[in-house]
């Protein structure tokens, strides 16, 4: 949603304040330039702007509503379209909306004094009355289109100064002449709706009386009449169930007369309910007479325990330190129990004399805070007046507790507390509470909050900061600061101080962000909450939504060991990434020398923030002295990243003879005695000694001696050929960084860098995150392995990266960081050094603890080696053939039909997919060949009554066109549609249609957008998930739906349409050839 305070429409409207966001536009205040007043503002959202049909609506909802001139229904000023869309001007109503004020008053555990919640409903009452007169029917009463006008003084006469008025006629439709919605539609709120309105049949002006009984209900009780956990519920809570519990029965001070009303209103059928709005108006307003008159006793409900204790502290609570001599300290509370004492072990650490090592402490109640004495020789006292020991008792804002010599101060919203009396309070019916006793008709929220630009951009290791205006609207003076959630309490460089802003004035509010220049800072959008904290309205809860866009940096390590070696030998290099966003890298060696060989040179190495990757490089001479050695060969190691950077690493190789030195002096030890025996030998055959020379037979190499050499050499001839045959097939022919035996040994496709689709290589899998090739979700979190890395920066092996117990799926579809540590917004510590004796001694304000997140162990990618292929000589050349076994492709096999499980307890259908609920039925997922980012899964499970399907999507584009569309060939019998096949279509904006097929298979027709069925057959719910994934969910009734639905098996297609592509699973399938669904198992099931 875009805020646009500030701009003008048509020149004549400027935009002031945003008031909310429906489901069809946004509300701003806005300034009339022309008439000087105020008016409310409603922007139609631009993607129904932009449908012809609902231009027209829109134009018929104006032009009917600017007829109705009623007080208790607001005006409509203009209409017409604009630069920023089609909008309203309607009259600004300054009360807020009723169920804005019905949840504030449960959250307080109170109820609307009785003839308040009767005023109200009586003056919608006469506004239905007039509007029904009139031809139009509402069709959507509900609290949220209730809004409290107040006034100078009340219009009637034992009335209160407010008027009750209703807004939203955008779902009327006019009795008389032709609507733009299908005649039966359902149009409206399940919890508010009639019976009639459910089994969309004709309504007429009782429909809405009963939706007003529903809200009165509501307002007496502060309970609904009817729960329900989804829309089929819904339908049968109203049509068929029960009556509601007598409102009597849940609230003592209900008088009989309030159940009649109520049991009137609430009657299944129209004939038995009031016949008109007057009719009940009339009936409201004399049960408010005869309560002002009745003097029957009534109990008060008790509202709220002191001593109750709470684990959050109330909001808006500090304490200031006075120390004698020094000046005063502040600490926010932000636990809900503080300790004070003299020992280091507090919370507050007060360290002069006269305080015991655990004086006392302070706990948080429902009303605001307590303080006990722990038993000290020199005691507590609370505005000077001992406490007794271990007695809770209550401090009231500005209440002064001493403590040895320091006096702390309590600083917080002005709330009254009472002395608790167990005896109920009684009171005369007849006898109207005062005005500032009872829980009055809340008022206008007493504090705004605005943000300028809710983009926010940050770079790690700077700073940025942005202004947030607060604006006081109430009377009285406040002092407010703000909560900020989403990112860790250390990036946050302003104090969380307290800033005084007057009554009806506004201040300025600073936030500093500093994200660390480290790998764990994450990159891309981060969500940011500003919440405010006020100490005079500490139950208000204002709060903007923000997006903080970090940037990314990169920086890489480099080592290598050892830096010398001798040849031949082996280096490893270290290759760690210390920056936040993924890179790649490439290693290459060289000598300047040209005297080296260096082998396992790598590129394409990719790196997540912290992940190290080990590449061992052999080193080798390129030809070694027979008798030299010793040489030494300077070499270096370029480790360069595809981001621009590079490191280069220095060693040095020395290289050795040939022939060792020991080796070669024994040889020349054996030559020279050799020499001198051969001499002897010699000369005693020469006769020297009187002998002569002996003639010696040499043998000749006979024929089968060379045949059989010849045949040695042809079988080494051969088997040479063949280790080069199978060298030449051992080569990496999908450049994964695998050899095609290293995949043909683990299962992996080599004609496919990515067998399992999952978004990794291959070979990055087995080499740097130790994931599964062959299983697209190695730790079974429903997040594929590449989309673990590069998007969502969880650890592909961890089912629960940030060990807090939920899945990494899980907290994607639930929108939480599953990389996300506790925050704490950080708390300012006031400290002050310890004075001399003669001083007393100052009180340290200890930083109270807050919650760290413990990163959790970080996989380190190690390069695990696989089995080599290598060819090996036989010990024994023979002249018979040896076939050589040759790595080959095993052909894919095409998938068995997915078959449908049963499931025992069904999932709830509310857009929120609760993994554990659909985890099961896991059917298939499938994405866009040109972004493969944009991911479908599929969950698809059923009992013997109900289909189930589920639908996780992952596009950040919120594009409210956005559908899937889901086909159902339901007797399985191929063709085109004919009548018993279905067809729905779900948006991302919650919108749903439902088809079926015409005619025979065999007829060319396709589906009719005509049909229409039971609302209680189905029921489809649409919401977002977090993390750019949106979620639909649908459940289907077999039998009355889809009757023919085959055993064993049946055809069905999805498609998914994105904001600018489309994709099909299967993806030859397409919508009008039954033919090319793909098909599933079906399943019988027993249980319900």
Known sequence: MTNLVGRTINGRYRLESLLGDGGMGTVYRAYDLNLDRQVAIKLMHAHFARREEFRARLNQEAKTAAQLDHPSVVGIYDFGDSDDGLFIAMEYVDGGSLRDHLRRLQRMNKFLPMVQSLQIVAQIADALDYAHQNGIIHRDVKPGNILLKRLNRPDEPGEQPFRATLTDFGLVKLQEGIGLTQSGATLGTPTYMSPEQCAGKEIDGRSDLYSLGIVLYELVTNRLPFTFQSLSEALSAHTKGDMPVPAGDLRADVPPLIDTILTRTLAKEKENRYSRGAEMATALRSAMVALSGAPTQIMMREEMDILDRVNEPPPGYELLIDTPGHST??????????????????????????????????????????????????????????????????????????????????????????????TPQTMLAGTTPPLDQATMVPEIEPLGLYLAADKISAQPGETVEFTVEVANRS??????????????????????????????????????????????????????????????????????????????????????????????????????????SADEFSLVAQDRQQGLRFRGERGRIRLQPGQTANVELEVDGQRAGLFGG???????????????????????????????????????????????????????????????????????????????????????????????????????????????????????????????????????????????????????????????????????????????????????????????????????????????????????????????????????????????????????????????????????????????????????????????????????????DINENDRVQVFFMRDSEKLYLAFLINDPNNDPNDSIRLFFDTNGNGGNPDDPDRYFELRRDDASTIQKGLGTNTDQNAWSNDYTTDAANWLAVSGNAGGGNWVVELEVLVDPEMSTLASPSFGMMLSAIFTSEQVNWPDTATSINLDTFQIVDNITCTEP
Request: charge should be negative.
């Open 630 to 928: 010793g040489e030494i060969y300077p070499f270096e190691v370029a480790v360069t990243s595809a981001a621009g950077g590079r490191q280069v690493l220095a060693g040095a190789a020395r290289s050795g003879a040939a022939i060792p030195p020991a080796l070669l002096y024994a040889f020349v030890f054996v030559l020279t005695f050799a020499c001198a025996i051969a001499a002897f030998f010699i000369l005693s055959n020469r006769g020297f000694f009187g002998g002569g020379p002996t003639a010696t037979p040499t043998p000749g190499l006979t024929e089968a001696d060379a045949t059989q050499t010849a045949v040695s050499a042809s079988e080494t001839v051969a088997a040479a050929t063949r280790i080069a045959a199978t060298a030449a097939v051992v080569g990496d022919t999908d450049n994964d960084g695998l050899t095609n035996a290293q995949e043909a040994a683990i299962g992996t496709d080599p004609n496919n860098s990515d067998s399992d689709g999952d978004g990794l290589s291959d070979g990055d899998e087995q080499l740097i995150y130790g994931t599964q090739p062959l299983n697209e979700d190695s730790d079974g979190d429903l997040l594929r392995d590449g989309d673990e890395i590069n998007e969502y920066h969880t650890d592909p092996k961890l089912l629960d990266t940030d060990g807090d117990g939920i899945a990494d799926g899980t907290e994607i579809i639930n929108g939480t960081d599953p990389n996300a540590t506790p925050v704490v917004t950080p708390s300012p510590t006031a400290t002050t050094m310890s004075t001399e004796t003669a001083v007393p001694a100052t009180a340290t304000a200890t930083l109270l603890p807050t919650a760290t997140g413990t990163p959790l162990p970080t996989a380190t990618a190690t390069s695990t080696q696989l089995p080599t292929a290598t060819g090996t000589m036989p010990p024994t050349p023979t002249s018979t053939s040896v076939p050589t076994n040759t790595p080959t492709v095993t052909p894919t096999q095409t998938p068995s039909p997915p078959q449908l499980v049963c499931v025992n307890t069904p999932p709830t259908i509310d857009g929120i997919l609760e993994l554990t609920a659909w985890n099961n039925g896991r059917l298939t997922s499938f994405a866009p």
């Open 475 to 580: 009377q009285a003076n406040d002092r407010v600061t703000l909560r900020v959630q989403g990112v860790p309490a250390s990036w946050l460089v302003t104090p969380a101080e307290f800033k005084p802003v007057a009554a009806g004035e506004t201040v300025q509010l600073t936030v500093g962000l500093r994200p660390p220049r480290h790998q764990s800072t994450p990159t891309g959008r981060q969500r940011l909450r500003l919440e405010l904290v006020s100490q005079r309205h500490p139950e208000v809860t204002t709060a903007v939504n923000a997006f903080l866009f970090l940037g990314g940096f990169t920086s890489f390590e480099a080592k290598m060991e050892p830096e010398q070696l001798s040849l031949p030998g082996m280096i490893t290099v270290a290759i760690r990434n210390t920056g936040n």
């Open 329 to 422: 300290s502040t600490v926010p509370l932000t636990k809900s129990v503080i300790s004070l004492g003299r020992h280091a072990d507090n919370d507050i650490v007060l360290p002069a004399e006269g305080v015991s090592r655990h004086h006392s402490r302070l706990q948080a109640t429902a009303l605001g805070w307590e303080v006990v004495d722990l038993g000290g020789i020199n005691g507590t006292f609370l505005n000077e007046r001992r406490l007794r020991a271990e007695a809770p008792t209550p401090v009231s804002p500005n209440g002064k507790i001493r403590v040895g010599p320091y006096t702390l101060t309590l600083q917080g919203p002005e709330i009254s507390i009472v002395e608790q009396d167990k």
